[in-house]
């Protein structure tokens, strides 16, 4: 009798966390974002991941008590209420990481776009890539993006806001390049956003971005070979708290068959992670430097 008991609570148990799961990925239960406390514990851990639906993701990590799943872990650092940006990028971001539920912009270059939207997507996250169709798929690859969860609707048409929201509701990472918005539907958007725990990337200027990382001068190499080899790129990390824009060191280079940002440090002379001294009021400057043996490259500078 007393094992049949607990057999009973246990499935009355799983039953009330699969109501949770479900009204957290359906919107009923809300979830307060922005109470999520930042990461504290070191990058650099690993995950293994199974295929996993977009509410489903979504609702295991939005309800941190869920019984875990035997095919996923995920790392202490950014687990719950944040995504991580790629390491190198750490230092100039906020606690290192993008929390659910906010903005940010990402311009000038697609190379930089795609390696950041590919970090936050790292743990199984799914991804969509609204208004953007110039968008190299094989580029997204070569930078980490998974393609079986990876949606692509390179043009939304007049019912931009309608499709924007939709996707908000669906997928952890939504990019969003040129759409028909106005800024009635950007602020709609936003609060969606906030309110699905999703992260929007926006390849261009966003009210309300927590991050901008914007990509200005470049100098490619390798031309007079006929195939760009690398690249230098200055980038500025601003914040929506106002402060000095902050900087980095970056380069691109060929792994695994892929890219890979990697921290560069012969262009100043400094150790890797340290902020480089700006244009007065300590003002930061990032170069990315960006190497490689293929022709990937030239799809790749956007």
Not at 100 to 105: I, Y
Not at 226 to 253: C, D, F, Y
Not at 262 to 271: C, H, K, N, Q
């Amino acid at each position: 009798m007393t094992a049949q008991l607990a057999t009973r609570a246990e499935r009355l148990d799983l039953v009330r966390r699969a109501l949770v799961q479900a009204e957290t990925a359906t919107g009923v239960r809300h979830v307060d974002w922005a109470a999520a406390a930042p990461p504290s514990a070191s990058p650099g851990e690993s995950v293994a991941s199974g295929a996993r639906s977009p509410g489903d993701q979504r609702a295991a990590r939005r309800e941190p008590d869920a019984a875990p799943s035997g095919d996923r872990t995920v790392p202490a650092r950014f687990d719950g209420g944040w995504l991580a940006v790629p390491p190198v990028l750490r230092g100039v971001v906020p606690h290192g990481a993008v929390r659910r539920g906010s903005s940010l912009s990402v311009l000038g270059s697609t190379t930089l776009l795609l390696h950041v939207v590919a970090s936050l997507a790292e743990h199984g996250g799914w991804t969509a890539v609204v208004g953007h169709p110039d968008l190299g798929l094989a580029a997204a690859l070569d930078a980490g993006l998974d393609p079986s969860r990876l949606v692509l609707v390179p043009d939304p048409g007049p019912s931009a806001p309608e499709v924007i929201g939709a996707v908000v509701d669906g997928f952890d990472v939504v990019v969003v390049g040129r759409a028909a918005l106005g800024d009635r539907d950007r602020r709609a958007i936003g609060q969606r956003v906030r309110h699905r725990g999703a992260v929007l990337v926006s390849t261009l200027p966003w009210p309300g971005a927590e991050v901008s990382l914007e990509a200005g001068e470049s100098a490619w190499y390798g031309l007079a070979t006929g195939r760009l080899t690398e690249a230098q790129i200055v980038v500025r990390a601003t914040g929506r708290a106002g402060g000095a824009p902050r900087s980095v060191v970056l380069r691109v280079r060929e792994h695994d068959g892929g890219t890979r940002l990697l921290p560069d440090v012969t262009s100043v002379g400094t150790e890797v992670g340290t902020e480089v001294a700006g244009n007065g009021a300590g003002a930061g400057v990032v170069a990315l430097v960006a190497s490689t043996g293929s022709a990937e490259l030239e799809r790749m500078a956007g």
